[in-house]
């Protein structure tokens, strides 16, 4: 049964949680042990549901119980509820919740890169994008586009920030991901036996048509920073060089859209063999 407690004093301790802004002390609330990240919205705390994670405390809007809250509260079980009208959660969080619920959820630790990569046949891979938007839209490519998982470099924001969730829709719950251990990385995806595609623009950047990107077995396509691109050692240790062809004189695209029309064009018809297992 639900725990719901209405709120009344809006400077309760416990609700600090939610009022912290700051992501970073959140990650280290149960330090040396994952700490906490906030899901937004109910489709989202769904799917953090779905993929096995461990809601710790929720912030609901009282009319959005009232009406069952799509039943989520049932699914986390004896944790606390906390309840207002919608002004009260404003004044709380700092901003109006998606749909009026936020859920404080319990990080776990991350797989290595090798088990994200093991039945992999398509990976992409983020080089110190550090938007939370963009990191979050382009996971949601990623999972639509018949990716099997993600890897970032230490020098990316973290896909659990709020705002990457909710961009994400909580497909960053639904695909496997983790950080890779090195900046030089290019050398292990080889090792997993991945060809590596930069997205970057150069003399010799073949077309995202070329068919020889559609007939690698393993794929692993590097998108970079939003601002520099990515790292010149990383285009010279890649196998491909890859551009998108434009016209009107455009010269690039965000890296979101970017990485949308590379994963619609190189995800179809991909060798993926059995669904990969749901490690994340």
Known sequence: MADIREIYDLSRPELEIFSDR???????????EPG??????????????????????????RKLLADGAAGLPERCGGIPVYTADAAALTEIAGYRLTQGILCAMRGRPRPTPEEVCRGASRVAVLEEITNPTNIGAVFRSAAALNFDAVLLTPGCCDPLYRRSIRVSMGTVFQIPWTYLEAEEYVSFLKRMGFASAAMALSEDSVSLED????????LAVILGNEGHGLRASTIAAC???????MSHGVDSLNVAAASAVAFWQLGRGKNSGAEQERIL
């Open 211 to 218: 068919p020889g990107l559609a007939a690698e077995e393993k």
């Open 36 to 61: 906490l990240f906030m899901a937004e919205s109910a489709k989202v705390i769904a799917r953090a549901l779905d993929a096995g994670y461990e809601p710790f405390a929720m912030l609901a809007e």
């Open 22 to 32: 700051s992501e970073v002390r959140l990650y280290r609330y149960f330090e040396p």
């Open 239 to 245: 196998d491909y060089t890859v551009k998108i062809p």
